[in-house]
């Protein structure tokens, strides 16, 4: 699997997103926040921290799977505790329910000052491989 914050992903390299899997079925990503990620109001666009939320999750699943093996994402909730600023933001993600077929999953978003801003769970489901 290509990495996640590699320059053949425009959206990930416009983000300053950096992904790392920390152990099988866990992965943390960082990026820092600027103005150009925030929504109209000053705070970063909820749409991007659902994208941060969707690609360190998806690493984190396809961590347990064999590069070669796709996946997608079935579906995938947001709660959000407070907004997030300018600054550092982590994203945690942790297979909690590694299926054959369908892996559950849930993560955690901290901004600046190491204060929770946001939790997700979601679904993604391991893809058959398309015959040879």
Do not use: C, N
């Not at 699943?61 to 600054?87: N, Y």
Request: proline share 6%.
């Amino acid at each position: 699997m290509k990495d996640e914050s590699s320059p053949g992903s425009p959206i990930y390299q416009w983000l300053g997103l950096d992904v790392q899997v920390i152990e099988p079925g866990k992965a943390e990503g960082t990026m820092l926040v600027t103005e150009k990620h925030f929504s109209m109001a000053p705070r970063m666009h909820g749409g991007l921290v659902f994208v941060v939320f969707d690609t360190v999750m998806g690493r984190a699943v396809h961590s347990l799977l064999d590069p070669e093996t796709d996946i997608a994402t079935i579906d995938l909730h947001q709660r959000f505790i407070r907004m997030v600023d300018k600054g550092p933001l982590r994203v945690t993600a942790e297979v909690f329910h590694p299926g054959r077929k369908v892996m559950q999953i849930r993560g955690e978003a901290y901004e600046s000052r190491g204060k929770l801003a946001a939790t997700a769970t979601g679904s993604f489901i391991v893809l058959p491989r398309a015959s040879q």
